[in-house]
């Protein structure tokens, strides 16, 4: 009898440690793949399903949701990422907004998250709960000194502003008006748009009779070309500046003839084969570019896809070091994954490469920019 016992207690004990050691790490994903953000949200979710589905020796899961561009599509998606499908670390949102809407669930779960959200205000000033928050799109205020350079040394004295009535658009205007100051450049008119807008016929006037001699257009997507057209209609004729949050094709379509000579910064992604041999991330942006298009054919590579991928990287590099702690599905492997995020380094992905540490949740220097124009509807990259 007592043989018995211990022969049932021996295989009950093996049968949980062999489901714990074959738990899988289950990755959450929302992104804007419709709405006003699906420029980004969908190469972003078709980077997704290019990601390894086994790290670390561990199968890993990919649950991805669409939140619609909309915050509180994004912090339900997040809730039952959570709560239903037991995830281990969130990916997502597209947007600024989504993603600051999201931080407070993950924090409440003790989640780790990586945004794709582009402002800063997302991972800063860290806090208690901002601690289980990183980024892999590069900081409004590290785009935001490029065009301020390049600004000055074109010339540019005066500069009128319309950007996104959102977080978006009011982390840029602060950046802006940072780097413009260090530049000696004044910042002589600062309007807004909704990304929903059909018409800006109203702040483009006010842009107009401030007289810049250039304009910085602060939004993403495809709505961004929208101040752009009205500009040119109205006959502007100084410089174009735009963010990041519109590198894609997408942009290049909707904005035709009136987008050509946009100045921005973008992610080394975008013209990757442009730069010289000795650019560190041009061999990783390849690697991205490369996997996209086999998988979505020649010219289909977004930026935007490569902050997926991107968060793909951190997890490749932090999933091995986690699993040496914990097992996926508990606490304590959240936790440990929170932990090696953040000590993450010298890993190359699309964008730059990324050195994580505690008071720094994105972990990009200035490897992760470049200057790029558009010139007959495409990127050329800007010595």
Do not use: C
């Not at 401030?210 to 500009?231: E, N």
């Amino acid at each position: 009898m007592k043989l018995k016992k211990l022969v049932l207690l021996g295989a009950t004990l093996f049968g949980m440690t062999a489901a714990t050691a074959w738990a899988d790490v289950n990755v959450g994903v929302t992104v804007s793949s419709t709405g006003p953000a699906a420029s980004l949200g969908i190469p972003e979710r078709n980077t997704i399903a290019l990601l390894p589905k086994n790290i670390g020796g561990q199968k890993v899961n990919y649950i991805v949701l669409d939140d619609a561009s909309d915050t509180t599509g994004a912090v339900t998606n997040t809730r039952k990422l959570i709560t239903e499908h037991k995830v281990d670390v969130v990916i997502g949102s597209s947007t600024t907004p989504n993603s600051l809407a999201m931080i407070d669930v993950v924090a409440e779960a003790q989640t780790p998250m990586i945004t794709l959200g582009a402002s800063a205000a997302i991972i800063e000033p860290q806090d208690t709960k901002k601690r289980w928050v990183f980024k892999v799109p590069q900081n409004d205020i590290m785009m935001a000194l490029a065009i301020a350079e390049h600004m000055a040394a074109n010339g540019v004295k005066t500069v009128g502003f319309i950007g996104f009535a959102d977080a978006y658009g009011e982390g840029w205007y602060k950046e802006t008006a940072k780097a413009l100051e260090i530049k000696k450049i004044q910042l002589v008119a600062n309007e807004r748009f909704s990304r929903t807008d059909t018409a800006v016929t109203g702040q483009v006037l006010k842009l107009m009779g401030a007289k810049p001699d250039a304009v910085l257009i602060a939004g993403s997507g495809t709505p961004s070309a929208l101040p752009q057209k009205a500009l040119k209609e109205r006959g502007y004729t100084g410089k174009i500046y735009q963010t990041h949050g519109v590198a894609n094709n997408d942009f290049l379509r909707v904005g035709g003839k009136d987008v050509e000579g946009t100045l921005l910064p973008a992610g080394p992604v975008l013209v990757a084969d442009q730069l010289p041999a000795s650019n560190p991330v041009r061999k990783s942006a390849l690697e991205y570019i490369a996997a996209y298009e086999a998988a979505n054919g020649k010219g289909s590579t977004s930026t935007f896809g490569g902050h997926s991928w991107d968060a793909g990287k951190l997890l490749q590099a932090a999933i091995p070091v986690a699993l040496k702690a914990a097992q996926p599905g508990t606490p304590q492997f959240r936790a440990a994954l929170r932990d090696a995020l953040e000590g993450v380094k010298d890993v190359a992905g699309a964008h730059g490469i990324f050195n994580m540490s505690p008071q720094d949740h994105l972990g990009l220097d200035q490897r992760g920019r470049v200057m790029v124009r558009i010139e007959k509807g495409a990127w050329k990259y800007q010595p």
